[in-house]
């Protein structure tokens, strides 16, 4: 018999701002990115779910340092996805851009996005509506933050750029699961670029009050994304003219080239 279970998405919070994402039916569990062993194993004890597979989308160690000892301490083995690109310790199943992956227990069906920029075998993993999903999910790893986006430790400005652009296409109501919370501090960058986006500045109060109240302030969606995240705007006129300030040029910047500007400018924010 198949269950069919509407499925929940919770955060497990690991060091200081990582977020291990917990997709289960209430019974069958998946863990992305699961950084560190221990609040993972403490989770799926304390709501008596079973682990049947491991989410990766990047090398990172706070993204991939716990998988080993979970796999350790389960009694059968069990799938770990990953980028086939780069070798992880613990991955089972490499995955490549246009891959499906149809998982039975919690029954779900996700798409492999490559998100090159943050790091250069990143990849994303998104799940559009079905029976049990109320709304598409996206897991894109450090690509796409809250009102952010990841710094670029080995892809370029365009790779990013491009990323960003395979989620802007995205349904408008899908739910982002960004994997730390970085929010509020890019929220301060972000009015920086674009001081006047009514937007941004009524989810900058919305994102405190979170904050105050030790809230999660994701997941966001991709359609509040491109109203408030700059670098999801690279080819709107305020994000445009910000950049040509920052960076002196009076030429017409193309989207890449503004997401450049505006990346060094965050970097050094
Ligand atoms: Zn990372
Ligand atoms: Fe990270």
């Known amino acids: 018999m198949v269950k069919n279970t509407l499925l929940q998405v919770w955060p497990i ?8 994402w917990c997709i289960h039916d209430g019974e069958s569990a998946l863990v992305v990115d699961p950084g560190d062993a221990v609040p993972v194993l403490r989770y799926l004890d304390e709501q008596k779910l079973t682990l049947k597979g491991i989410l990766v989308t990047h090398h990172h160690p ?3 340092g716990g998988i080993l000892k979970i796999l350790q301490s389960l009694k059968v083995a069990i799938p770990v996805y990953g980028p086939a690109a780069i070798a ?4 089972t199943e490499g ?3 246009g891959d499906k992956i149809d998982i039975a227990a919690p029954r ?3 798409k492999v996005f490559e998100v090159p920029g943050h790091t250069l075998t ?22 796409l933050f809250a009102s952010g986006c990841g710094r670029l430790f080995e892809g370029t400005p ?19 699961y960004c994997t730390h919370e970085y929010t509020l501090s890019n929220i301060r960058f972000a009015l920086a670029v674009e001081p006047n986006n009514a937007n941004l500045l009524a989810w900058a109060q919305r994102a405190q009050e979170l904050r105050d109240q030790h809230l999660p302030t994701v997941p966001t969606t991709i359609g509040q994304e491109l109203q408030v995240n700059p670098f999801m ?6 994000v445009l003219e910000s950049a040509l300030r920052i960076s002196g040029e009076t030429a017409l910047l193309t989207p890449p080239h503004v997401l450049a500007v505006i990346r060094a400018w965050k970097d050094r924010f």
């Open 88 to 91: 992880i310790p613990g991955r």
């Open 158 to 176: 365009t790779q990013m750029s491009e990323s960003l652009g395979k989620f802007a296409v995205l349904p408008k109501n899908t739910l982002v």
């Open 95 to 97: 995955v490549m851009e």
């Open 108 to 110: 779900l069906s996700l």
């Open 13 to 20: 919070p690991a060091f200081d701002d990582n977020y291990i």
């Open 122 to 143: 990143h990849i994303a993993y998104f799940a559009n509506m079905q029976s049990n999903v109320l709304e598409p999910m996206l897991f894109c790893g450090d690509t």
């Open 62 to 64: 706070d993204h991939t």
């Open 233 to 238: 705007r690279c080819d709107s006129k305020e």
